[in-house]
């Protein structure tokens, strides 16, 4: 039981480039959430998909897009990347109603030059 | 607006001392309350949460957090912490209605002196 995964663990990219970052869960949970984390800012989510087939935006969603491919997997996309998406994103997965607990994957650190 | 604060960017005790981090936050209503546990290099480890009932939580790893609404505080504490305990912590809170969508205080940074 893998929990939640994500790929890949560390990304160096330049300015303009784009790239899909993975998330795959293997708990049968409904819901999926992608976070971005800042030095001083928390997390902070991005986008969200509270079941199979839905996708909602979170509090920074400008210059990224996701897709939930099926219950398992959660993908975001930096269609083109800039210095100021230079984070570490986490992917989460919940069972769903609120206040459920998040499970949360190890992280991918991202760096645009 | 509505907000997750922890007061303390970072906090150092040494160890076997007894220790509580602050969390408040402003919203109308009582959300769920959480705090989530962060190791160097880690994702996030859930430590305890609040829904409703008794204002006295129990959490893994010995900790406890204490619900309190007429001061909106949702404080984490633990009698006596080891050096492994040195780690950032994170409030967080689901608004009752609003899905399960977590939204975090921007966290304590945790040294232990040995």
Redesign the interface.
């Known amino acids: 039981n893998a929990g939640v995964t994500q790929t890949p663990k560390f990304q160096v990219l330049k300015t303009g480039q784009s790239m899909t970052l993975q998330c795959a869960q293997d708990m049968n949970h409904n819901s999926m959430y992608w976070y971005r984390q800042d030095p001083g800012m928390g997390l902070r989510l991005i986008y969200y998909s509270a079941s199979e087939g839905t996708t909602d935006k979170g509090e920074v969603p400008n210059g990224y897009n996701v897709s939930r491919l099926n219950k398992r997997e959660f993908s975001l996309r930096l269609e083109s990347a800039a210095p100021s998406q230079t984070s570490v994103y986490f992917c989460a997965s919940s069972e769903g109603p609120a206040g459920e607990q998040q499970y949360f994957g190890p992280g991918t650190r991202l760096t645009v030059t | 607006a509505q907000s997750?604060t922890q007061p303390d960017?970072h906090i150092t005790v040494s160890e076997g001392a007894s220790l509580e981090l602050r969390c408040n936050y402003s919203y109308g209503a009582t959300p769920?309350l959480?705090w989530?546990v962060q190791s160097p290099?880690?994702?996030?480890?859930?430590l305890l949460?609040y829904?409703s009932g008794d204002t006295l939580v129990q959490g893994i790893k010995g900790f406890e957090a204490e619900f309190k609404r007429s001061q909106s505080s949702f404080n984490l504490r633990k009698p006596s912490v080891h050096w492994s305990d040195a780690a950032e912590y994170?409030c967080a809170v689901?608004l009752?209605?609003?899905?399960?969508?977590?939204?975090?205080?921007?966290?304590t940074q945790l040294k232990v002196e040995l």
């Open positions: 997750v960017i769920y959480f989530y290099g880690q994702g996030l480890q859930l949460k829904f994170f689901v009752t209605g609003g899905g399960n969508k977590l939204t975090f205080g921007t966290g």
